[in-house]
T-cell receptor
Framework: DSGVTQTPKHLITATGQRVTLRCSPR?????VYWYQQSLDQGLQFLIQ???????AKGNILERFSAQQFPDLHSELNLSSLELGDSALYFC?????????????FGSGTRLTVV | SQQGEEDPQALSIQEGENATMNCSYK?????LQWYRQNSGRGLVHLIL?????REKHSGRLRVTLDTSKKSSSLLITASRAADTASYFC???????????FGTGTSLTVIP
């Protein structure tokens, strides 16, 4: 157990639907990062939050949004789902904004859009 | 792109042999990290090397960094079947806090 908790582990939904993925960072970590891993795109950075504020955006689609709550857990909302959104979605956390610490990854949510 | 690129894409070796994976990147970095991912699982942080370091060791792992060539290598010595996994390098930029991952090297260690 890495200390980063992601729920649900698996999600199957239909095209056009909306889902919410949840992440609880490791205790004491203030930064949360979301990544999408698909076979053809590799591991893509989506978005980062630090202590409730958005800090950086990567290749995140407009149909996707995220937030970090006061208790530091984060949610990634995916809407108007398409077949191509099927992927593993990982959350990672780190202790602060500096780059001198590694990430701790959760075990991911496998999203299948049918 | 800020992503690193690992080479080779796939590597198959016998148990006990050494495995070497390389990573090339394009932008200036503050540090470079290596992660391991077992099939379908989350990534596990292995080692971080700062831009002012040239070599770092951790157990059976040895990482080198050549900032002039924008490249890094990960050496796993005396490999074991349990080392079978995908290995990713991740680069941290000077301008942000997020890391960009390469496409990974798939390592298979044959018992």
């Amino acid at each position: 157990d890495s200390g980063v908790t992601q729920t649900p582990k698996h999600l199957i939904t239909a095209t056009g639907q909306r889902v919410t993925l949840r992440c609880s960072p490791r205790s004491g970590d203030l930064s949360v990062y979301w990544y999408q891993q698909s076979l053809d795109q590799g591991l893509q950075f989506l978005i980062q939050y630090y202590n409730g504020e958005e800090r950086a955006k990567g290749n995140i689609l407009e149909r996707f949004s995220a937030q970090q709550f006061p208790d530091l857990h984060s949610e990634l909302n995916l809407s108007s789902l398409e077949l191509g959104d099927s992927a593993l979605y990982f959350c990672a956390s780190s202790v602060d904004l500096t780059e001198y610490y590694g990430y701790t990854f959760g075990s991911g949510t496998r999203l299948t859009v049918v | 792109s800020q992503q690193g690129e690992e080479d080779p894409q796939a590597l198959s070796i016998q148990e006990g042999e050494n495995a070497t994976m390389n990573c090339s990147y394009k932008t200036s970095i503050n540090n470079l990290q290596w992660y391991r991912q077992n099939s379908g699982r989350g990534l596990v942080h292995l080692i971080l090397i700062r831009s002012n370091e040239r070599e770092k060791h951790s157990g059976r792992l040895r990482v080198t960094l050549d900032t002039s060539k924008k490249s890094s290598s990960l050496l796993i010595t005396a490999s074991r079947a349990a080392d079978t996994a995908s290995y990713f390098c991740a680069t941290g930029s000077n301008t942000g806090n997020q890391f960009y991952f390469g496409t990974g090297t798939s390592l298979t260690v044959i018992p």
